[in-house]
Every structure is written in C-alpha cells, then in structure tokens.
C-alpha cells in the first residue's frame, strides 16, 4: 500500500515561513509527479504547486515568488518552502503523488492533509 506522510504545517504570522514535507512509503517503481494543494474553509481545493521526475515546476500565480516546490535526495519526498506567508494562505494543504506502483499501477494517493495558519 502507497501512503503519503506529511509533517511541517503550524502557525506563523505573517511574512514568516513554514517548510512543509512530504515522503512517499510503500511498494513503488517510480514516482512520475508530487504535488500540494490546498483548501481553505469555505473555498475550492486549488493546485498550489507541481513537480515532475524531470524537475519541471509549476505554481499557481498566488504563490509565483514565495513557494518553492523541491525533491530530497533520495526523490521520495517533496518539500514546499513557504516564504512571505500571507494570511490568505492559510489552509489544509494537501500532498499528492502519481505513482507506479509494485503491482505496476499508475496510482494518485492524497495525504492526510496538514494545516497551515498564518497570522495577521
């Protein structure tokens, strides 16, 4: 079984920064593409930024210049350093993974979720 572990979420005030993580366990081939994303109480889930095997990123334009997405050493986890947070980036933030599994399955898992809040 594929599962995402997230850590890192907290309370910062604004313009501080918050480092949160990601690590992908279980019985993989290879990883394709990891990903946050992220809700806030009484918005959509909205992509907050992407990573692929060959390092491509993308973020959505909120966050273009404060967040950084990024690999660990061993491509099994993604960090999303968070810079200048603003109060409007508090949310649940979500990691995803497209992954091949052992069983040779193209799965995308969800983590649990990871609360981030940012005072005014």
């Known amino acids: 079984q594929v599962q995402l572990v997230e850590s890192g979420g907290g309370l910062v005030q604004a313009g501080g920064s918050l480092r949160v993580s990601c690590e992908v366990s279980g019985s993989i081939w290879s990883i394709n593409a990891m990903a946050w994303h992220r809700q806030a109480t009484g918005k959509e889930r909205e992509l907050v930024a992407a990573?692929?095997?060959?390092?491509?990123?993308n973020y959505v334009d909120s966050v273009k210049g404060r967040f950084t997405i990024s690999w660990g050493n061993a491509k099994n986890t993604v960090y999303l350093q968070m810079n200048s947070l603003k109060p409007e980036d508090t949310a649940v933030y979500y990691c995803?993974?497209?992954?091949?599994?052992?069983?040779?399955?193209?799965?995308?898992?969800w983590g649990q979720g990871t609360l981030v809040s940012v005072s005014p």
């Open positions: 995803t993974a497209n992954v091949l599994s052992g069983s040779l399955k193209n799965l995308d898992v």
């Open positions: 990573i692929d095997s060959g390092d491509s990123t």
